[in-house]
């Protein structure tokens, strides 16, 4: 019998074992259902706040942004034009947030026993897109409601990017978070400039304003940000308004795969001895 | 039997100290040498031998140098070792938790690892979704589990609490449970930390029976990390001692326990008795007496089972006080304690004064092997209340030899097995 287990000092640079994570395939749906079915335990509510939280967000929305601030809605319905944009950006927030975190919440197990790392930041990603489905419930509940009060919405044939567009969301939020998180086992500082980074992400992306309060030759500037077109595609897809273009939508998903690319390497490199820098 | 572990040149470099100051700098100086000099990594050669009662120069220290060894299938594999000589670090490595800094390891078949019990089990979730996640985590497939299911829950023997969760269990039984997975994990080689030292006696029995089928039974290949010689001796059939990140036996059993703990006692004879006073003291306690000095009468730590054992104790007063009492407590070579003395009220001292004590251990009937001392000095009693002024744990250590006389010949080994107590016995023929 061959040996079938080495474990040497370091792995080259892109060595990166997907097999390995494919047999680990059970712990991931391990993961995801914990995440899912620990959120709301021993809470009154419990998966109500799936809504709950989207809807006051909306509301606060409503007041500050639609009431005090009379920012544009592209002439949607408020409830409409908000939620939007809270569906997809709470997910790429949410998956942010918690993949950057990976290696710091989870140093209890991951000193005691190996598994691909990798397994818990895709396991956050995907369960947070349960949680993102349900929000989009809401949204489909909300839209329905305006279509039969006799409100235009003209969705269009885009609507079928809508896959492509959660993927791209999830894509650069892994991407992302699996990069911080992997420098944070050293520099903790990375730690808090980023949960101040990700607050003000959200006003350099088309969610409480639409892209078409900016002049036309400026629009170029806020699409650097590759969250942009993803949520002006969404916008416009499902309720015809809002800018479309497949220039931006390429640089952006172009930008998901670079980005996700260097974070799996970087990360694959970092998981191997964080333990000592943690 | 062919090797199912070879470990070749394994060494592991820790830095210490404040991990998180000047480690950019450090960074960028390693990424400059390796990659615009195209040199070695600086930092690898410097570096030192993990020992932690001398403070070092270097922030570099090797907690394992050059490890090299070979483990057969089915073999149970001792690692012992004091506190800090790499025991813990040797399983990191092997269970891939960290990377070693030189060196290979390869294995035939999967390695799995307890290096803690209930690994990844979540409070909120219940006993039997607990299984499934901790059976995940530990490399296992969902249909894996769900086959052994009912033995894992027979083995743990909480069945009765499988549906509720884990954060309402007793903490034996969380350890229960989690033995009881990693029991079934069937791998061809299990790494086990101590883990065993959790649990009740009754538990403890039924685990260390559930390695034994393991490595005889199945002809798997355990390595066994442990403090507790019993423990060791009962379950292991090689060992290997690791003294500051190097081998230092490698072998059976019985003598590897036997090199381990001589060379415990050693260590005693290469500091000075002053910082052995010094590195004994537990800290915390008022010192209005203090030890100064403690050392054996003829400066001799070999005795006879018939010899009296005779401590020099010197003190110095830090403030007046009257009435006071010595207590001790002898622990055996394996740390266990095993008879102690309460002291009268010996002797007063004045401020500033230095007294020293003459104490005689008479009839002690101790057989032979090594043992060690622990002293307080003190005042008052169980019944007035008392407060101990000074408190020094294992600061010296003495060996008993044999028997000095004709008539006991026979009585020339002694085996840790036997007790520590030799018995006064008459025998008549009636």
Redesign the interface.
């Known amino acids: 019998m061959e040996y079938t287990t080495v474990i040497k000092p370091k792995n080259r640079l892109f060595e990166v074992d997907f097999k390995e994570i494919w047999q680990y395939r059970d712990l991931f749906s391990m993961f995801v259902k914990k995440d899912i079915i620990t959120q709301y335990k021993q809470t009154i509510l419990g998966p109500a706040w799936f809504f709950i939280q989207p809807a006051l967000t909306t509301i606060m929305y409503m007041v500050v942004f639609g009431g005090i601030a009379k920012i544009s809605t592209d002439g949607l319905p408020q409830p409409m034009f908000y939620l939007a944009g809270i569906v997809c950006w709470q997910y790429f927030a949410d998956c942010l947030n918690k993949t950057s975190a990976t290696f710091t919440t989870n140093q209890h197990i991951f000193g005691k026993v190996y598994f691909p790392r990798m397994i818990v930041p895709l396991a956050t990603v995907t369960s947070n897109l349960v949680r993102m489905g349900i929000q989009f419930l809401l949204f489909i509940v909300v839209y329905i409601f305006y279509v039969l009060s006799g409100v235009v919405i003209a969705p269009n044939i885009y609507i079928l990017l809508l896959p492509l567009l959660v993927l791209m969301l999830a894509g650069l939020s892994l991407g992302f978070g699996v990069i911080i998180s992997s420098l944070t086992t050293k520099y903790r500082d990375l730690t808090i400039l980023f949960t101040f980074i990700v607050q003000l992400w959200m006003y350099a992306t088309p969610v409480i304003y639409p892209l078409s309060t900016m002049p036309t030759d400026k629009q170029w500037i806020m699409g650097i940000n590759p969250v942009t077109s993803i949520i002006e595609t969404f916008k416009f897809g499902m309720m015809g308004v809002g800018t479309f273009s497949w220039g931006m939508l390429a640089y952006s998903f172009a930008f998901m795969v670079l980005l996700l690319g260097i974070g799996i390497v970087v990360f694959n490199k970092v998981q191997r001895s964080f333990m000592d820098t943690v | 039997m ?1 090797t199912a572990i ?1 470990f070749e040149n394994i060494s592991k470099q ?1 830095r210490l100290g404040l ?2 100051t000047r ?2 700098s450090h ?1 960028l100086k390693r990424w400059y040498t390796m990659n615009i000099l195209g040199k070695e990594d600086p930092y690898l050669k410097i570096g030192e031998v993990n020992d932690r009662a001398h403070k070092g120069t270097s922030e570099y220290v090797w907690a394992l140098k050059d490890i090299n060894f070979e483990v057969k299938q089915g073999d149970v594999l001792g690692i012992i070792g004091k506190n800090g000589a790499g025991k813990s670090t040797l399983l ?20 799995a ?1 307890l ?2 019990v209930g ?2 089990f ?1 409070p ?2 219940t006993g039997c ?1 607990n299984i ?2 901790n059976g ?7 249909a894996e589990i769900t086959r052994k299911l009912d033995e894992i829950v027979d083995f743990s023997g909480v069945e009765r609490y499988l549906d509720t ?1 884990v954060k309402r269990y007793s903490s034996g039984m969380t350890v229960r449970l989690g033995f009881a997975i990693a029991a079934h994990l069937d791998p061809e080689i299990l790494v086990v930390d101590e883990v065993l030292a959790v649990g009740d006696a009754e538990f403890q029995k039924k685990a260390i029976g559930k390695m034994q089928d393991v490595s005889k039974g199945e002809g798997r290949t355990v390595l066994f990390v442990s403090h507790n010689m019993g423990a060791v001796r009962n379950l292991c059939t090689k060992s290997i001692v690791l003294v500051d990140g190097k081998i230092a036996f490698e072998g059976k059993t019985e003598p590897g326990i036997s090199f381990y703990l001589n060379n415990k006692l050693e260590s005693y004879n290469l500091i000075s008795k002053e910082a052995l006073v010094a590195k004994s003291r537990i800290k915390g306690y008022a010192l209005d007496v203090k030890f100064l000095d403690v050392g054996f009468e003829q400066n001799n730590e070999s005795f006879y089972t018939n010899d009296e054992i005779t401590l020099i104790c010197k003190f110095i007063g830090n403030r007046k006080t009257e009435n006071i009492r010595i207590n001790g407590t002898i622990f055996n070579n394996e740390e266990q304690p095993i008879g102690g003395w309460f002291g009268n009220d010996l002797f007063d001292i004045n401020e500033n004064e230095e007294k020293t004590i003459r104490l005689c251990l008479k009839n002690h009937k101790l057989a032979i092997g090594g043992y060690l001392v622990s002293l307080s000095v003190g005042k008052g009693n169980f019944a007035e209340g008392m407060v101990d002024f000074d408190v020094l744990h294992q600061v010296t250590k003495f060996n008993i030899i044999g028997f000095d006389s004709k008539d006991l010949v026979g009585y020339t080994v002694w085996n840790n097995r036997w007790g520590n107590v030799l018995f006064d016995v008459d025998y008549h023929s009636i």
């Open positions: 062919p070879k820790y991990v998180s480690t950019l960074d990191k490595i092997l269970s891939k938790v960290t990377t070693p800094t030189t060196g290979i390891i390869k294995a035939r078949g999967r390695i690892s290096l803690e690994t990844g979540h909120e979730m979704e499934y996640m995940a985590i530990m490399g296992m497939t969902k969760p």
